[in-house]
Nanobody
Framework: QVQLVESGGGSVQAGGSLRLSCAAS????????MAWFRQRPGLDREGVAV????????YYADSVKGRFTISQDNAKNAVYLQMNSLKPEDTAMYYC??????????????????WGQGTQVTVSS
């Protein structure tokens, strides 16, 4: 059984930084990517960043390019999201996800079978 547990969310002022962590357990046989998504109030869940498990290829949403960095620690089966220069519009529930994708650049939630419970990020102006 795959489990994903996020941590690291919190409240920060605009311009600040946060680092989200996702600890994964279970088999990776049916997954080739891990990703971070977010959901803002009243909006659909959107892809933020994705990383190839092992290979390390990355893709980012245009809204976070240059500010967010996704990384992984294969030994710990963990993925991270370093978020810098945070803006109030980054306020959302952030979710870690794992799945199999043939077009990871799409950042589509439909590609991801396993999801964490989410961690809240709040950025004040």
């Amino acid at each position: 059984q795959v489990q994903l547990v996020e941590s690291g969310g919190g409240s920060v002022q605009a311009g600040g930084s946060l680092r989200l962590s996702c600890a994964a357990s279970g088999s990776t046989r049916d997954s080739n990517y891990m990703a971070w998504f977010r959901q803002r109030p009243g909006l659909d869940r959107e892809g933020v960043a994705v990383i190839g498990i092992g290979a390390g290829s990355t893709y980012y949403a245009d809204s976070v390019k240059g500010r967010f960095t996704i990384s992984q620690d294969n030994a710990k089966n963990a993925v991270y999201l370093q978020m810098n220069s945070l803006k109030p519009e980054d306020t959302a529930m952030y979710y870690c996800a794992r799945g199999w994708s043939y077009a990871a650049w799409r950042l589509s939630p439909r590609d991801y079978k396993y999801w964490g419970q989410g961690t809240q990020v709040t950025v004040s102006s």
